[in-house]
């Protein structure tokens, strides 16, 4: 059982969904919007959402239903989100380290995951922005949608609900750590391929080998060989 709402216009589903949960009838409460003014990435980071054709969406999950640690819950919302779009396109879409969705070498998919405390339950809040209808980018070059990817155009409430749907089904029967880590690198974006990174001010190129149980990437890099990073540790350029 899960509950969803929906808003006209929000500031940020991520903060706007704990006025939901002072009574919640189950342990997944999910918040959307086709209008996001505030919304928020990853670090402080904005996420930027063109209205009437993106989906800002929330889902709030009780930690006590979730036994993983917080990296592989992090990763398995990433796989889930992965798969969703995945079977809707039939399209090959691949996880950016730690959690961006990248479909045909564009972001389309920003995730960002956040744990509270609301009247004196523990919860994971899931932020998803999902880019759709939206077709120009301005200044952002590595930023497409379904429907510059795809060419196909999804209605926005029917997509919503049933993402909705797919990603509580998900989080019902989460695998073990050993799976979702498998899973995670087989799905991996730019694995195993020479690509630029942005490291200490100074380029190099390197080779992506895995990502591990602890949230750390494992690089192979040509001046200082295989080494681990956390998240704004290192960037991806290409």
């Known amino acids: 059982m899960s509950e ?24 997944f409460v999910g918040l959307y919007t086709f209008n996001q003014t505030k ?42 989100v992965q798969s969703y779009l995945a079977n809707l396109t039939e399209k090959i879409v691949k ?9 045909k070498n564009k972001k389309v998919v920003g995730i960002l995951i956040e744990k509270k405390r609301i009247n004196n339950e523990n919860y994971f809040i899931i932020g998803i922005g999902i880019n759709i209808l939206q077709e ?9 949608s379904l429907l510059t990817q795809t060419g196909n155009r999804f209605e926005l409430k029917k997509f919503t609900e049933e993402f909705h749907d797919y990603l509580i089904e998900k989080l019902n029967n989460i695998p073990v750590e050993k799976d979702i880590l ?7 974006f730019r694995k195993d391929e020479i690509s630029v990174f942005e490291l200490e001010n100074s380029r190099q190129n ?6 591990d149980e602890n949230g750390r990437l494992w690089i192979d890099l040509e001046k200082s060989g295989l080494k681990s990073f956390y998240h704004k540790e290192i960037k991806l350029l290409y």
């Open 4 to 27: 969803l709402f929906y808003r006209t216009e929000c500031s940020s589903t991520n903060d706007e969904i704990p006025q939901l949960l002072l009574y919640p009838q189950s342990n």
């Open 39 to 80: 919304g928020k990435g990853q670090y402080g980071n904005t996420w930027k959402s063109a209205i009437g054709q993106n989906l800002a969406y929330t889902l709030a999950v009780k930690t006590e239903s979730v036994t993983h640690s917080d990296f592989m819950f992090n990763y398995y919302t990433a796989i889930a």
């Open 95 to 103: 996880i950016k380290w730690p959690n961006d969705i990248i479909l």
């Open 136 to 144: 120009k980018f301005d200044e952002i070059n590595n930023a497409g």
């Open 182 to 188: 498998e899973q995670f690198n087989l799905n991996l």
């Open 206 to 211: 390197g080779i992506i080998k895995n990502a």
